[in-house]
């Protein structure tokens, strides 16, 4: 858990006690993901810094600098050695977690890239932004593969598939899109009904199924 009192907490999901407190952050912490492997916890906030931590004992064990705005975004690689950050600042980075520096930065959204998604392999990174767009891109070398233009407003959601080939958005427009990122640029299928605009998506672990959630409370 993590908040506008600068704090990340690791609970105890059964007795819900605090197992360790990280206290470094001097903003409000406004993303955060365990590594695959649980051992690691990255967080990241208004200092436009992220920082990566030891979840039992709570210390520090990296800082990661160089975004110039608020970390909106932050996602592991499946096998934990990558870490993708997004930022109010226009740009997503991809960081070498073994010698804890910079990859890649990119910078082809224009506005606040609002969030992050990998697929199960790790080879693709998709990034939805302020500017209606959602973006593919292959993360061995930060290249851009497509952008995936339909939705009406900020996206501010995506979840790759079970098995990687599709992508779920949703967006302020209300909407709820799936695409096929690897090989169109139009969504497969379009979803509606929701009120207001939509905030989390999610795929069933059997791929049968989306989860979605917005501000109509539904």
């Not at 858990?1 to 990340?8: N, R, T």
């Not at 851009?144 to 098995?163: D, M, N, Q, V, Y």
């Not at 640029?185 to 939509?198: E, I, K, M, N, P």
Request: proline content about 3%.
């Amino acid at each position: 858990m993590a908040g506008a009192d600068k704090l990340a907490h690791v609970r105890d999901v059964e007795t819900g006690k605090d197992l360790s407190i990280f206290r470094e952050h001097a903003s409000p912490i406004t993303a955060g993901c365990f590594r695959p492997d649980g051992a690691e916890v990255a967080t990241g906030g208004g200092d436009n810094t992220i920082r990566l931590w030891n979840p039992e004992t709570g210390q520090q064990t990296a800082s990661l600098t160089g975004h110039q705005g608020v970390i909106t975004a932050l996602a592991y690689s499946p096998d934990g050695k990558r870490l993708f950050s997004s930022s109010a600042d226009k740009t997503l980075r991809i960081w070498d977690l073994n010698e804890k520096k910079l990859l890649h930065t990119l910078a082809q959204h224009r506005s606040v890239v609002t969030c992050l998604a990998v697929n199960m392999d790790g080879s693709l990174l998709a990034s939805g932004g302020a500017d209606n767009l959602i973006r593919i891109w292959r993360t061995q070398d930060g290249s851009e593969l497509r952008s995936l233009i339909g939705h009406a407003s900020a996206i501010t959601g995506l979840a790759f598939s079970p098995g990687g080939k599709l992508l779920a958005s949703v967006s302020a427009d209300g909407m709820c899109k799936v695409w096929d990122p690897g090989s169109r640029v139009d969504a497969y299928r379009t979803f509606s009904g929701h009120t207001g605009q939509l905030m989390a998506v999610a795929f069933s672990p059997n791929n049968k199924y989306l989860a979605t959630a917005g501000a109509d409370e539904i």
